[in-house]
């Protein structure tokens, strides 16, 4: 007798994302509303590292930093490249993510983790007072090469997959936006620079901005 398939069953118990304004966190914020999943955001100090109430941050994720994604049954899931891919699991008929075992599935995993090693922690050291401001200039000179590559991989695109929006938009999108605050111009990048108004317009990133109170 042929042993069925496991079916994947999506789950819409999630509840709450932790976040804190313009940080990496955003990135889950705009598939949590692209997805059209009902979730509360909760604001988390990376300053204070504090909820509004006074709760201790530390008390729900040791790490300290956001975004946590915490279900309905009390389970908490970290890491934004994770966070978003079981966002989007979870809504299969979004788009927002291949199939899993797909080569598509692997081309947005390959992106997800090229913008958390490359560009997210390439980042770290413009947001440190400490740092000198010699390894600051090397790391802008570091990120500025490796936004000039993607910028050559959105010739003729719309988004990283191609013409449908996926996860590593919502994070892509995020960290190069922090460009403008820390000195990496990005504007002689055509493509990159088309790409990100384009992200920007769409009114799931919209909503999640104005949640945030990066726009009005």
């Known amino acids: 007798m042929l042993a069925l398939p ?3 069953v999506a789950r819409h118990d999630m509840t709450k994302l932790y976040y804190s304004p ?3 966190s955003l990135s889950p914020h705009i598939v949590l509303q692209e997805s059209k999943l009902p979730f509360e955001a909760v604001l988390a100090s990376t300053k204070t590292h504090q909820l509004a109430d006074g709760t201790d941050y530390y008390s729900i994720n040791p790490k300290g930093y956001v975004p946590l994604l915490e279900l309905d049954d009390g389970s908490r899931l970290t890491e934004g490249p994770v966070i ?3 966002i989007a699991d979870q809504v299969p008929q979004s788009g927002l993510v291949p199939p899993a075992g797909t080569m598509a599935r692997y081309r947005v995993m390959e992106w ?3 913008i958390t ?3 997210h922690k390439g980042f770290s050291p413009l947001f440190n007072p400490a740092m000198p401001d010699e390894a600051k200039a090397l790391a802008r000179t570091r990120l500025s090469d490796r936004l000039a ?3 050559t991989q959105l010739e003729g695109k719309d988004y990283l997959m191609g013409n ?4 590593p938009d919502a994070y892509l999108f995020t960290v190069a936006a922090w460009g403008r605050h820390v000195g990496v111009d990005i504007s ?5 620079s088309a790409y990100m108004a384009r992200v920007a317009a769409r009114p799931a990133v919209q909503a999640a901005m104005k949640a945030e109170g990066l726009i009005k």
């Open 6 to 8: 496991k079916i994947f």
């Open 22 to 24: 313009g940080a990496c």
């Open 84 to 86: 978003v891919q079981y």
């Open 112 to 114: 997800l983790n090229f």
């Open 117 to 119: 090693s490359e560009l």
């Open 149 to 151: 590559w993607v910028d």
């Open 164 to 167: 449908s929006f996926t996860v």
């Open 188 to 192: 002689g990048l055509k493509n990159l």
